[in-house]
């Protein structure tokens, strides 16, 4: 039986998938996380061995689960890697609730990735229901803190990887359909300002502000932007009452390019901003790095061919091509395995209180990634 010919429903995935988007799951909820991670092992629980891991370093935990196939542990097989946690808090139901509008439907974490990982499965599923067995075993793997750039788990995603022949990564389709063969290398970083306190109504001139050297330091640092390595600073942490000059002030950086030896020029750089000003100290703390996944292994190269095919068979033409905007597939190409990303839905708004999918994406997908668990070997 042709996998593109399994019966893919969008109403019907669109359903199963409600339930995920309703479970909130912020990176930094562990709680919420596993909630999610409980629904998932669920879902999966009729078609796969599930085995939870527990969190680490103040998150969630994974969930690992073995599509049954007798060559599990014998031979290198399929690793579908994705992630569970979100970047929308508790309550963003409120603001953003699960609401289809024709073809699109919009939800926290419905475009990143909670409907490619649905898809996933079903893909799975719909494989098992047909009686069709993958040519290679297949390991699911999902964890909780891809959004803070996987802290606690890269060590486990390396080790899975290492044990797979191939892995796919269902992270958001481009616009086009397209899908992502390598990825730009990124850097995050910790920032501190130290100052002196001070009553702001009485004594102003005795206190230097923390936060004022944060917000110049701030400007330094995103002027820094080139054309071959990015700065920004997307949090910042300070102060608490209005009459007392803040002697502290913490903020987060990241940094983005396309080679490695620009990310650690960039990162010298950034390194390089620490000192003492005017009576204030500024730290820098360099943090998790994702590495360049270059975008020219053979191997990557042989899964896009295969899901070009597929996609033509589905009815669409399928770009391939490196991007920013890390995904643990950086982790895994950058390994020399290889790795085809952006596999998930097709939306957009993802990160914001318009994320949203194209509904019909879900059967397209499921498609693409039966096919590809099909034809992989």
């Known amino acids: 039986?042709?996998?593109?010919?399994?019966?893919?429903?969008?109403?019907?995935?669109?359903?199963?998938?409600?339930?995920?988007i309703e479970c909130e799951s912020p990176t930094?909820?562990?709680?919420?996380?596993?909630?999610?991670?409980?629904?998932?092992?669920?879902?999966?629980?009729?078609?796969?061995?599930?085995?939870?891991?527990?969190?680490?370093?103040?998150?969630?935990g994974c969930l690992r689960a073995k599509i049954p196939h007798p060559d599990h542990g014998r031979v290198p097989g399929i690793l579908i890697a994705g992630h569970m946690d979100t970047v929308h808090p508790i309550g963003?139901?409120?603001?953003?609730?699960?609401?289809?509008?024709?073809?699109i439907c919009y939800g926290p974490g419905i475009m990143d990735m909670k409907g490619g990982n649905?898809?996933?499965?079903?893909?799975?599923?719909?494989?098992?229901?047909?009686?069709?067995q993958t040519p290679l075993p297949v390991t699911v793997l999902f964890t909780p803190d891809e959004e803070v750039g996987t802290p606690s788990t890269r060590s486990l995603i390396e080790a899975e990887a290492a044990r797979n022949k191939y892995v796919l990564v269902p992270e958001p389709g481009h616009e086009d359909g397209g899908v992502t063969i390598g990825r730009y290398a990124i850097a995050r970083f910790n920032l501190r300002t130290i100052g002196a306190p001070s009553h702001a109504g009485a004594r102003l001139s005795d206190g230097k502000s923390a936060i004022a050297a944060m917000a110049r330091k701030i400007i330094e640092i995103e002027?820094?932007?080139?054309?071959?390595?990015?700065?920004?600073?997307?949090?910042?942490?300070?102060?608490?009452?209005?009459?007392?000059?803040?002697?502290?002030?913490?903020?987060e950086a990241l940094s983005m390019a396309k080679k490695q030896e620009d990310l650690d020029d960039g990162i010298a750089r950034m390194m390089a901003l620490q000192g003492d000003v005017d009576g204030v100290t500024f730290e820098v703390i360099r943090g998790v790095t994702r590495p360049v996944w270059k975008p020219d292994q053979d191997g990557t190269m042989k899964i896009f061919e295969i899901a070009k095919g597929l996609a033509k068979d589905i009815g669409f033409d399928m770009q391939g091509r490196s991007q920013g905007g890390g995904s643990d597939g950086n982790f895994t190409g950058a390994m020399g395995i290889p790795t085809l990303d952006s596999l998930g839905v097709r939306g957009n708004g993802l990160h914001t209180l318009n994320e949203h999918i194209q509904v019909d994406s879900l059967s397209e997908r499921g498609r693409l990634m039966a096919g590809l668990l099909m034809q992989l070997s």
């Open 1 to 20: 039986m042709n996998p593109l010919g399994l019966p893919f429903d969008d109403d019907e995935m669109l359903a199963g998938l409600r339930p995920w």
């Open 28 to 60: 930094h909820d562990a709680a919420a996380v596993d909630r999610m991670m409980d629904m998932a092992a669920y879902d999966l629980a009729g078609i796969a061995s599930v085995e939870r891991i527990p969190g680490r370093m103040g998150f969630g």
């Open 92 to 103: 963003t139901l409120e603001a953003l609730p699960f609401k289809r509008e024709g073809n």
């Open 118 to 132: 649905y898809l996933s499965v079903e893909a799975i599923r719909q494989l098992i229901h047909a009686g069709l």
């Open 223 to 251: 002027d820094m932007t080139g054309p071959d390595c990015t700065f920004s600073v997307g949090v910042i942490h300070a102060g608490q009452w209005v009459n007392c000059v803040s002697s502290t002030c913490e903020a």
